[in-house]
């Protein structure tokens, strides 16, 4: 293992926010891009000033100098690409969703164990500062004993300008960022899941993937635990912006984020008292090289429509997501969101949409 780990980013519209990132991490070099329409590939990488530079993939993976990917292509890549890199011999980080079914959820994690190499999923709602701070609030064993867990992410995506594949996409084959913080809090695992689906998008984009759905809201019962959370999703033809916010309820304390637009979290603690926090910043766990990116973002400025929600970075997530990926490399363990953990994240999510299509018939995740 060289001093530095290598990693190549591949797919740079969201991805190229990653590489200051990496370029400045003490224990990682930022070796090359990887894109495929030649004339971007050269215009991040000038920008960036990465030589190494890569239009096809596997050219990419042939090259020993590479450590490490981390994936930010569409989403039908996702699962291919993470396989095509841990059966490389590289260690894979790759973008939400993990995959869209549950074979390539299951090979993915059978992948990792064959490889000896580290998988990440990384869910940028897992590393947000209220994610954080709740995590902090769990662990001190404030909340006492949980009770109930609610995830939502609610966006409208019925506007041009996204990338074709997204039009009709099911809303529960991307529910990771709901899905992830409940279960991550929860220290459990999904084992059924019960979903409706919910009124009805516009007919030209139920075609590309016959979901019809306009909202399709789940329960799923936690597996070795006395827990079920609820997951709403919605993607089109429902006016709600932008939210992606999660509930926990304690025996001690709750909490609660984000209600209406804009509005500050609030901690219940005691029958009556409720209050609205500012929520802290930990770019302070991080390497100081990388602690400032907490509060950058560029992704935005390309979705300007979301952009006022969504705030930069993603809630301060994408140096957490780089130092635990980076970090877990380096000292041979498994990630915070490994391929078993990411796996079961995403066929909830999977599982739940085929619930729908089914009335709501349960349906078990596999193990
Ligand atoms: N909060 C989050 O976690 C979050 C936020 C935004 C986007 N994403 C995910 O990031 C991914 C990328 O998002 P985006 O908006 O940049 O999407 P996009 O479709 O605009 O961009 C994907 C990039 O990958 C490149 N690409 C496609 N196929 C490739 C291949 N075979 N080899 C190399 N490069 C290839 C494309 O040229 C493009 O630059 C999506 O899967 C999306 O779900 C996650």
């Not at 973008?95 to 079914?101: D, E, I, R």
């Not at 400032?292 to 300007?304: L, R």
């Amino acid at each position: 293992m060289p001093q530095k780990i290598r990693v190549a980013v591949v797919g740079l519209g969201f991805g190229a926010e990653f590489i200051p990132i990496y370029q400045r991490h003490p224990d990682a070099e930022l070796y090359a891009v990887c894109q495929r329409s030649e004339e971007k590939l050269h215009a991040v990488g000038a920008q960036f000033g990465v030589e190494r530079r890569y239009a096809d993939y596997e050219e990419l993976l042939k090259d020993p100098n590479v450590d490490a990917v981390h994936i930010n292509t569409p989403i039908a890549a996702h699962a291919p690409m993470s396989l095509a890199a841990l059966r490389a011999g590289k260690h894979a980080a790759c973008t939400v969703p993990m995959a869209t079914t549950v074979d390539e959820c299951l090979q993915i994690a059978q992948a990792e164990r064959a490889s000896g190499k580290v998988y990440m999923m990384m869910e940028t709602a897992v590393y947000t500062r209220e994610f954080l701070y709740v995590q902090e609030m769990v662990q001190q064993g404030k909340l006492g004993k949980l009770q109930f867990l609610r995830g939502s992410h609610q966006q409208n995506m019925s506007l041009p300008g996204w990338p074709a594949y997204w039009y009709g996409m099911p809303p529960m084959h991307y529910a990771t960022h709901a899905v992830g913080p409940l279960l991550h809090l929860a220290g459990k695992r999904a084992e059924s899941v019960v979903c409706f689906g919910s009124g009805r998008i516009r007919d030209e984009y139920v075609q590309p993937y016959g979901s019809p759905f306009a909202v399709e809201s789940a329960l799923v019962k936690l597996g070795d635990s006395d827990l079920a959370c609820e997951v709403t999703r919605s993607l089109f033809d429902t006016i709600r912006q932008y939210r992606e916010s999660f509930d926990v309820y304690g025996t001690e304390r709750s909490f609660e984020w984000e209600q209406l637009i804009g509005d500050k979290a609030v901690v219940y603690s005691g029958f009556e008292d409720a209050e609205r926090v500012e929520v802290p910043d930990y770019g302070h766990r991080l390497p100081k090289e990388i602690g400032s990116f907490t509060k950058a973002g560029v992704y935005d400025e390309e979705h300007e429509h979301t952009s006022f929600i969504q705030g930069g970075g993603h809630g301060g997530s994408h140096p957490h997501l780089v130092h635990e990926f980076v970090s877990a490399i380096k000292e041979g363990r498994k990630t915070a969101v490994d391929a078993a953990t990411a796996a079961n994240w995403t066929m909830t999510g999977v599982c739940a949409h085929e619930s729908a299509m089914k009335g709501g018939e349960r349906i078990a995740i596999p193990q």
